[in-house]
């Protein structure tokens, strides 16, 4: 009894910490609140006889993210970026590092022209090649040059970008000096709960995710790209403040069983 109530308590214990991280980052962009998953622990037997194993209570295997999409919020910033659909964004590696994927579409440009995330990681896409068709042979990163010269020869800086439902870019220069950009490249999973998140709404595969396909908005499942819209947690704060006071309920119910099994305990044993 001693066991599984202590193991109820632990169990408890770790999803009031689930629970409570999906509310803290109740208004975090894109954010994937998460569920716990449990499983009943038996103890080893000598025989096979299921009659012959006991109950030891239940314990937390793991969490496992929920990727419903949650509700687009406008911005009217050009580089503020929804899926709508199931891609994610790629973002290009360091060197010797495996790529992430997000669904946080707040982009910005560095001093280089260089299409980042909010921590500075390179978003990628497909270029055009020397005749202005995409190269889709792989996916790098996104460059945007703050000026170019324009069919006069003068330097015009760089005054509006547009993003597509496409994903295509078109940017302009001066007053209406316009340039193609090429077009952010998206990915998509056989099962995206199964990816593994590493911090910051940024993603790596695993076995049970399976590898990332790469592809484009507009075609398939991997959805389409709102600009001017960021999109907002799924975490339905009301639903979680629920679940938080029903489990909360259970723990103190189990820390107040587990005192008596205590309290029994030491009367027996002093008697």
Not at 87 to 104: H, V
């Amino acid at each position: 009894m001693f066991t599984i109530t202590r193991n109820g308590l632990d169990a408890i214990s770790k999803e009031l910490g689930v629970i409570s991280n999906n509310i803290a980052n109740a208004g975090t962009i894109a954010f994937k609140k998460s569920r716990s998953q449990f499983v009943d622990v038996y103890s080893k037997a000598l025989s096979d006889n299921p009659r012959t194993k006991k109950g030891l209570g239940a314990l937390m295997q793991g969490t496992q993210k929920i990727m419903q999409q949650g509700s687009p919020v406008m911005t009217d910033g050009a580089l503020d970026l929804t899926i709508s659909g199931r891609g994610f964004f790629i973002l290009s590696p360091k060197i010797g590092a495996d790529p992430k994927f997000t669904r946080d579409g707040s982009f910005s440009l560095d001093a280089s022209g260089n299409l980042i995330t909010t921590d500075g990681f390179n978003v990628a896409g497909y270029k055009l090649n020397e005749f202005g068709e995409l190269d889709r042979t792989s996916a790098l990163p996104i460059n945007i040059p703050l000026s170019v010269q324009n069919a006069e020869g003068r330097n015009v800086s760089l005054t509006s970008i547009n993003i597509d439902k496409a994903g295509n870019i078109e940017t302009t220069y001066g007053l209406n000096f316009i340039v193609k950009r090429g077009k952010i490249a998206l990915a998509k999973f056989n099962n995206e709960t199964q990816l593994k998140s590493v911090g910051a709404n940024k993603y790596i595969v695993t076995d049970k995710s399976g590898g990332q396909k790469i592809g484009e908005a507009m075609i398939g499942s991997f959805g389409e790209i709102l600009s001017g819209s960021l999109e907002s947690s799924n975490t339905n704060i009301v639903n979680e403040l629920v679940s938080l006071l029903r489990t909360q309920h259970a723990y103190n119910g189990n820390a107040r069983m587990l005192q008596t099994n205590v309290d029994v305990t030491r009367r027996l044993m002093d008697s």
